[in-house]
């Protein structure tokens, strides 16, 4: 498995969509996942660390797991099938670990909170978009995470002259 960090959330310029940026936590190597605009949404209240007035589904999610006893152990993004990511939240209780089937951005949103780990496959990493998505990192404006220059080639060093 290879260890994540949530490295921003994007406008997809092409569509109502938000892209969430996972980086490869000792790497460059990136894993970008199309959600719904209210996860990402829910995904950069996280990161910024904005607290809703009232609770939302996954702070409802931490409290519950928080007050009866559940570990969140770590998020793993376990498969891709026809452009679809998969995704599992592993918990533990009473000497058990049990694995909860979600869709990433929720995982993702939840791992935020409790805070864990987030992972993905080996065969995730080798097998997400390709070209396609050094064709879509390449038309991405630096602006949109808020930084003065990222680099986002997959496949290259960035310590290396391009």
Not at 31 to 58: D, F, N, Q, Y
């Amino acid at each position: 498995m290879i260890r994540l960090k949530v490295h921003g959330v994007l406008d997809d310029p092409n569509t109502e969509n938000h892209v969430v940026v996972l980086r490869k936590e000792e790497g460059f190597e990136v894993l970008p996942i199309w959600v719904g605009s209210v996860e990402g949404h829910a995904i950069r209240l996280a990161l910024e660390g904005v607290v809703p007035p009232r609770p939302a589904s996954h702070d409802l999610l931490r409290d519950i797991a928080r007050n009866i006893g559940l570990v969140v152990t770590r998020v793993v993004v376990t498969d891709i099938n026809e452009n679809t990511y998969y995704a599992s939240i592993y918990i533990k209780a009473n000497d058990s670990e049990y694995s909860i089937d979600a869709r990433p951005s929720d995982a993702i949103a939840f791992a935020l909170r409790v805070p864990c780990p987030i992972y993905a496959t080996g065969d995730v990493m080798k097998h997400r978009a390709g070209e396609t998505l050094d064709v879509w990192l390449k038309r991405l404006d630096s602006h949109n995470f808020g930084k003065e220059s990222m680099r986002f080639n997959c496949d290259e060093n960035p310590s290396r002259s391009a």
